[in-house]
């Protein structure tokens, strides 16, 4: 959503959420939602505030306004890498929410947080690789069901062992384009 958007009124707010305007001017009076008010006295409320709120407390919202997105962690050590793989995604007609790690101690982590559907996972990496990553990832209850693309420059070799600690599949780097994303869009189906 861009912040060129004009704010809401808190009678879109109370559409898209299905409460009524009191409710809303409740949250805004409880500082759960931030607004302003405007000269005329009429509360207004930011795209990124109400962005914010809706996060902080899960609401759902209609799918029209508020489109799911998958989310995908792009874990390389190269960062002209994981350029090309986010620019790769963003030309894609799926809108993709997407983050980034420079290696495999950092993408455990933001898997614990920001819940991907999705790695494209490097295999040679500094810390922890690609293979304990997989292995990782694939061996707990929480995770096991996220997809896992990996790419390396390594060959045959390290494209079967990867396969055999759970990645869905590998593609050999560079990566091509167009089969890149073939295989995003097969792999979050």
């Known amino acids: 959503m861009s912040e060129n958007k004009r704010p809401y009124t808190t009678g879109e707010i109370a559409r898209m959420c299905s409460v009524t305007i009191n409710a809303v001017k409740k949250w805004i009076a409880a500082e759960k939602l931030s607004a302003f008010r405007t000269p005329g006295g009429h509360f207004r409320i930011k795209a990124s505030d109400f962005t914010e709120f809706l996060g902080k407390y899960k609401l759902d919202v209609k799918e029209a306004l508020f489109p799911v997105r998958k989310r995908v962690l792009i874990i390389d050590d190269e960062k002209d890498v994981r350029a090309y793989i986010k620019g790769a995604l963003e ?23 920001f819940k991907p559907e999705l790695l494209v996972l490097d295999i040679r990496m500094p810390r922890f690789d690609g293979f304990e990553v997989c292995r990782r990832i694939k061996g707990e209850a929480a995770t096991k069901d996220i997809k896992i693309l990996a790419v390396t420059a390594y060959g045959k070799e390290d ?7 759970g990645a869905d599949y590998c593609l050999p780097k560079p990566i091509m ?3 890149f994303q073939r295989n995003v869009q097969r792999l979050l189906g």
């Open 91 to 113: 030309t894609m007609d799926a809108k993709f929410m997407i983050e980034t790690a420079a290696d495999g101690y950092e993408a455990l982590i933001k898997v614990g947080d």
């Open 159 to 165: 494209m079967d062992k990867i396969i055999a600690c």
């Open 177 to 179: 384009l167009k089969e």
